[in-house]
Structures are given as structure tokens and as C-alpha cells.
């Protein structure tokens, strides 16, 4: 493998201090293919754009030398706070990785602040495209089975290898014209947020809430390759539904409920269609003890394998009769913005919504309703720094209301946008020389759906690439091609590691995942983070998405009702779920290691006794009743100040009254008196 030292360009992260921290650009040569790819951008031409997750957006590209087609995985080094020297490992690993269910990298190289990775191209898209496109109940169990064996056997190559994938899920299987199956995102988007060496990886977790095994969630207990396997039973329900279990739940609702909850699984009754071996095989992955889990390696002796289908049956077959990937992302993304404009609540409306609901019924519907409040207005917060001190394990689900939406995406249209970031909404910065082609590109394929679509596509271009990108490397738009239902979570080695490490202190959320330990909160303060994809479109925007702190500051203005109940209902989402939680993680602690923990000032000092827990469910009502009371007084001055502003616009309307009527007779020549 050759390297070649030549730094192309600098990117401005702000790790990037010390003298190892650029990457290398490397080109290589695929481990399966002899031709080499080489490191300059002017190589690649990008046509389109074929996919998008919770780190990068992945074009389909021309590699000019020979003309072969490609994929260009561009990850915005800007939304990580990562050490460069991690990724430049990690991406060497990945070079290494050889396997025909794989999916591996030819080379990779830094434009300005994306680290564009070359791949093949996987000419069908991911599984969970395919079945958002085609597929919304899940796939037939032949089709599952083939699937699933060709993953298990890329599985089993990793764990041989000493990796977890860490991310398994059907938004990372690819398949190809001919039914191949791949695994892809391994390496890099691990490496992405896991700085660090390799110990420490060990001790956090990349994955996305509804995919990730109990034990990762699970304060101080390890986890190993086994993780894989739970993420892939929960892959094998994903498949056959259409999506995974508790997907349609805020993120931190599904943790609890991943810890809490029996495993899921394929119902006897209501999953009739699969076979006993196809549901046993389900069973044996999706046990919350992970030592009973089967290795890769084992799973694939099961029946239900030995069974499968050759790929090129009944993989193929799935797209026998659609349109080619790029012109499916794109009327996806038709109408995904189509479904986001008519979601929108003209704000009159909302207002009356809004002032409708009483203290009562408000609460009542927080609490009753926490797991049904749509996913796609949720966006999860979770934070140390921002909290009070007696709240330092956090969890907030902040909702965002469709006027917000609506406001963000006008205000977005006003801002002066620079050509570069407008090119730049959804994609790499990449020279205006390919740019230019790339858009053409777009043009034509856009022609393709006629008139009518033409609007749409336009609609679809002014929402989604309009959207509030611009304030920050996190404001992505709602993409239809993103990895939905997939949004990806990162968490530490269980919470209480967290709690005992300063450095670890700031939780934030990246459109989905949760990134633990971010000792420097810069590149994400400020920033704007939006959606994801896959557990829906959680947003959040540093001034509308309030704090804590910024939540009691817009109490104390005249902001309509209309801005204040979301925000108290985001307080009530927010706090009872703060509250199950701790109670939960508390609860989960041996009593020395609470009561040591209390003394030595770790955790607040929580009224829980070990020896009556009791006490703690009382102070958790307590706790309860003080916030009902406080969220109350809120409300109250809310229609209060409702009140003043309604009575402030009446007088506003008579004085605007009384100046036309008095311009209108000083144009009529009358002398007009004041009533
Ligand atoms: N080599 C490829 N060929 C074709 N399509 C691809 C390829 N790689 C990725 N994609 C498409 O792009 C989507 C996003 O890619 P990927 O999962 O690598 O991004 P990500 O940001 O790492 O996602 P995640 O949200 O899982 O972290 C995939 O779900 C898939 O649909």
C-alpha cells in the first residue's frame, strides 16, 4: 500500500494541533481488485447522491482514470470531535479488510473539512432503503434468510479479526445488481467517535438505540462481539417488519425499554408467515444475557442458514423491476419533503392548540402519551454541563413543533448564503469544476419524473437543501435517503462511568447518535442539530430548542403561547423521562456503591435509602408534584402574558385604525379630531 505524504488539504478541526493529526492520503489498492486509486478529488467526479446517515452522505462517482464506478463516502470531520490520528488508523484497518461480504475502501483523502472514503459501489443501496422504497412491511423470509447468512458470515470475519462491527443494521447492508450482500460502516464512522485507543472503544459504544444490546447500556458491564449478534437478531425483526421494534419511541424511551423490557422477538400469532426455525433463530440472538448468546460463528450452523437461498435467487429478484438506486433516493426525498411541508400546522392554528390545553391535560397527555408523542419531532438532548448539579445524569426529549420547523426552513431561505455552502447543504465542498457537473447531473435526473414532480423536486430541493444547514456542521436536511429508522447512538461504558469522569461530562446528541465524552463541546455548541433519520427527524437549534436555562429565560419574555407550551410540554417529555431514568440507573447501583457515591459527592445526594427504596419512588413524587407545581405557575403566567399581549394588539389595531382614518380625511381635505 502505498502512502503518499502529500498533504492535499487542511482541514480545520480543531484537534488538529499537533504535527500527527493529518491524515495521510492514502491510496490503495482494493484488496480484491488490482487497480489503484489514486487521492486527488479532480479524479472523482460525483454524480449522485445515493445515501446518507448520520455521518456522511454517500455519492455514486466516476473515477476518471478508468472510468469505473464508484462510491464517495464524505464525512464531515467538523461534526466529530475525533483525533486524526485515530482515523487515520482506523482507515488503515479498513484497507486491510478483505472479505467478499464486506464492504472495503479503495482509498480516502481529506477535502477541505470531509474525509472523502472511495468505495465500490453498491449499485442497489442498503436493505433499509430498499425496503422504505419498495418494502415498507419487511422482506419475504427467503429473501430475510439470504440476507441475514451473508451478514452473519461478514459477522463472523470480524470477530475472527478481533472487531465488533458495532453498528449492525439493515441501513449498513448493501446489495448489489447481482444480490450481493455487504457490510458497510465499519471502521471509519466507528473511529469518528471513538477517540481514543483501542481499550477505550472497547468501553464505549457506537449504535443506534433500538439496535444496541442491554448490556452496552448497562452501567459497568462490558460488552464483546456478542453486542453484534443482539443488534443483528434486532436487524432480523427489522427485515421482517419493515422496522426495527420500538423504533417508533424517542431514543432514551427505548433505552429503558431495551433494559427494562422482555427481549422483542417474532410473534407466534401475529408473525405467522415465518417459519419456527426463522423465529428460533431470532430467539437465540435477542437474549438479554449475553454469555447465552451464540457466536457468529456458531448462529451460522443454525437450520434456518443451512436453509438459505443462494443471494443471487432471492436478492436479486427484490429489485428485478425498480428504477436505479439514484432516481429512487431522489423521489424519496420527493416525497419525504413532501410528507415534511404538509406536516406543517399553520401557526394560528398551533396557537390555539396551544392555549386549549390545560396544566392537567397537558401533563396527563405527557405522561400517558411520552411513547407515542411522534418520533419525528423529537430531538434527544443529553448533558451534563447545561443541568443543575442535582441533575447530572440527563436525558432530555425536546419537541419541535412544526411552526418551529416552518420558522427555521424561512429563516434559513433569508440568510445570505455563500454559493459554496449553498452547493455544500448536502454534500462535500467539492471544486466548482464538479460541482457544476454534479448539479447538471441532478438536472437531468430530475426531468425524469415529469412536470408535476418537477414542482415537487424543486419543493423538495428549496426544504430539504434549504434547511438549516447553514449555521453549523450539524444542521443536516431531512433526507429521505438518510439511514432512517437508523439513527445511530453512542454511549460510554454505562452512565456511571460517565458520572465518575470529568472529561466525559458533556453528552451530546449528533443527529441520533449519542456521542459520549466530548471533552470539547465547541464544534457542537451553537451548531443546530437536526434529525435523524431514523428514529425521525429530532431537531434542535441552539436558540429554539431550549436548555434548561433557556427555557426559563423564554418564561420570562413576551413570547406568544404558541412558543411557550411547546416548551413546556418539552419540560414535562423531557423531566419524566430524566426521572425514570435516574431511577432506573440508581436503583441498578449495588446500595455501597450508592451510599459511597453520595459521600463522596459523584452522584447528588438522592433521598434513597438502599434498605427502602420505597423512600426513593416517594422523593421521585415529591420530586414530581414541586415540577407540577412549577410548570403551573409557568402556565399561569403564560396566559397571563397571552393576555396583555392580545389586549397590547387590540390597542395596536385602534391606534392603526385611528392614524388611517385620520390620513384618509387629511387626504379628503378634512380636519380631523381625535376621538
Ligand atoms: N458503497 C455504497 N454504495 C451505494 N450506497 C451506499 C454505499 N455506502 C453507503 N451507501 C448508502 O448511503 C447510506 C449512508 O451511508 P452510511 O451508512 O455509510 O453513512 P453513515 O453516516 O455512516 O450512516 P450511519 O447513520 O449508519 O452512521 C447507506 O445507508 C446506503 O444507503
Known amino acids: 500500500m502505498a502512502v503518499n505524504t502529500v498533504q492535499h488539504s487542511q482541514h480545520n478541526n480543531k484537534n488538529e494541533t499537533n504535527s500527527s493529526t493529518l491524515i495521510p492520503q492514502m491510496p490503495m489498492a482494493s484488496p480484491s481488485s488490482s487497480t489503484t486509486f489514486s487521492v486527488n478529488p479532480t479524479d472523482y467526479h460525483l454524480l449522485d447522491e445515493v445515501g446518507s446517515g448520520s455521518t456522511a452522505t454517500v455519492y455514486r462517482a466516476i473515477y476518471l482514470p478508468n472510468n469505473r464506478q464508484v462510491a464517495v463516502k464524505c464525512l464531515d470531520l467538523d461534526r466529530f ?14 484497507s486491510l479488510i478483505d472479505h467478499p461480504n464486506v464492504v472495503s475502501a479503495y482509498c480516502s483523502f481529506v477535502v477541505e473539512h470531509y474525509l472523502w472514503v472511495v468505495m465500490p459501489f453498491m449499485a442497489q443501496g442498503s436493505c433499509l432503503h430498499l425496503m422504505k422504497v419498495a418494502y415498507r412491511e419487511g422482506f419475504e423470509e427467503d429473501s430475510i434468510a439470504s440476507i441475514l447468512k451473508e451478514t452473519l458470515k461478514a459477522l463472523e470475519y470480524f470477530h475472527r479479526q478481533g472487531h465488533i462491527h458495532r453498528d449492525v443494521k439493515a441501513g449498513n447492508i448493501l446489495l448489489h445488481d447481482n444480490g450481493e450482500v455487504k457490510v458497510a460502516d465499519f471502521g471509519v464512522s466507528a473511529c469518528m467517535f471513538d477517540s481514543g485507543d483501542r481499550q477505550r472503544s472497547r468501553n464505549t459504544f457506537v449504535g443506534t438505540p433500538c439496535w444496541m ?26 427485515l421482517a417488519h419493515g422496522h426495527a421494534p420500538f423504533s417508533k419511541y424517542p431514543p432514551m424511551k427505548v433505552l429503558l425499554m431495551t433494559i427494562q423490557n422482555a427481549p422483542p422477538g417474532l410473534d407466534y400469532d401475529r408473525d405467522r408467515k415465518f417459519s419456527k426455525s426463522f423465529k428460533e433463530m431470532v430467539a437465540m440472538c435477542l437474549v438479554k444475557d449475553q454469555t447465552k448468546r451464540p457466536s457468529a460463528e456458531k448462529l451460522l450452523k443454525h437450520s434456518f442458514f443451512k436453509n438459505a437461498k443462494p443471494p443471487g435467487l432471492s436478492v436479486k429478484k427484490l429489485f428485478a423491476d425498480l428504477p436505479p438506486l439514484w432516481n429512487r433516493v431522489k423521489s424519496l426525498q420527493i416525497k419525504d419533503a413532501d410528507q415534511l411541508a404538509q406536516k406543517k400546522t399553520p401557526s394560528a392554528e398551533q396557537e390555539a392548540l396551544s392555549q386549549d390545553t390545560t396544566t392537567d391535560s397537558l401533563f396527563s397527555k405527557c405522561k400517558k402519551n411520552s411513547g407515542n408523542l411522534k418520533q419525528d ?7 451534563y454541563n447545561d443541568m443543575p448539579q442535582s441533575e447530572k445524569i440527563s436525558g432530555s426529549i425536546v419537541e419541535r413543533t412544526p411552526s418551529i420547523l416552518e420558522n427555521d426552513m424561512e429563516a434559513s431561505k433569508t440568510k445570505n448564503q455563500p454559493p459554496k455552502i449553498l452547493r455544500t447543504l448536502s454534500g462535500p465542498p467539492v471544486q466548482s469544476m464538479m460541482l457544476g457537473r454534479s448539479l447538471s447531473e441532478k438536472g437531468h435526473a430530475f426531468e425524469r419524473f415529469g412536470n408535476e414532480n418537477q414542482s415537487l423536486g424543486e419543493k423538495s430541493n428549496r426544504i430539504t437543501r434549504q434547511a438549516p444547514n447553514l449555521s453549523g456542521p450539524l444542521m443536516l436536511p431531512n433526507r429521505a435517503s438518510a439511514n432512517s429508522l437508523s439513527a445511530p447512538i453512542k454511549s460510554s461504558g454505562g452512565f456511571r462511568d460517565s458520572l465518575d469522569d470529568k472529561s466525559k461530562a458533556n453528552l451530546v446528541q449528533i443527529k441520533g447518535r449519542f456521542s459520549v465524552t466530548s471533552e470539547n463541546l465547541e464544534p457542537v455548541k451553537g451548531s443546530r442539530l437536526r434529525k435523524s433519520a431514523s428514529v425521525g427527524d429530532w431537531m434542535s437549534d441552539s436558540k429554539q430548542m431550549p436548555t434548561s436555562q433557556s427555557t426559563k429565560d423564554s418564561a420570562n419574555t413576551n413570547n406568544p403561547a404558541s412558543l411557550l407550551i411547546p416548551h413546556l410540554q418539552n419540560l414535562f417529555q ?19 456503591e450508592a451510599i459511597d457515591a453520595s459521600q463522596n459527592g459523584k452522584l447528588p445526594p438522592l433521598p434513597c435509602s438502599p434498605e427502602n427504596k420505597g423512600s426513593v ?5 415529591e420530586r414530581e408534584k414541586l415540577l407540577m407545581a412549577e410548570v403551573a405557575e409557568l402556565q399561569a403566567r403564560m396566559i397571563s402574558l397571552t393576555e396583555e399581549l392580545t389586549l397590547e394588539k387590540l390597542k395596536h389595531e385602534q391606534l392603526q385604525q385611528q392614524l388611517n382614518n385620520a390620513y384618509s380625511k387629511e387626504r379628503n381635505g378634512e380636519k380631523y379630531e381625535v376621538s
Not at 483525533?83 to 482507515?91: P, Q, S, T, V
Not at 448490556?215 to 427489522?238: C, T
Not at 419531532?377 to 443529553?382: A, P, W
Open 81 to 94: 470531535n475525533c483525533n486524526l490520528d485515530d482515523i487515520r488508523k482506523e482507515a488503515q484497518t479498513l
Open 213 to 238: 444490546a442491554p448490556e452496552v447500556l448497562q452501567p459497568g458491564s462490558g460488552y464483546n462481539s456478542k453486542a453484534d449478534i443482539w443488534s443483528f437478531g434486532i436487524m432480523a425483526l427489522e
Open 617 to 621: 419512588d416517594a422523593a421521585a413524587l
Open 377 to 383: 419531532k423529537f430531538m434527544l438532548q443529553v448533558g
Open 574 to 592: 423531557q423531566t419524566s423521562i430524566q426521572q425514570d431514568l435516574i431511577m432506573n440507573l440508581w436503583n441498578s447501583l449495588q446500595p455501597d
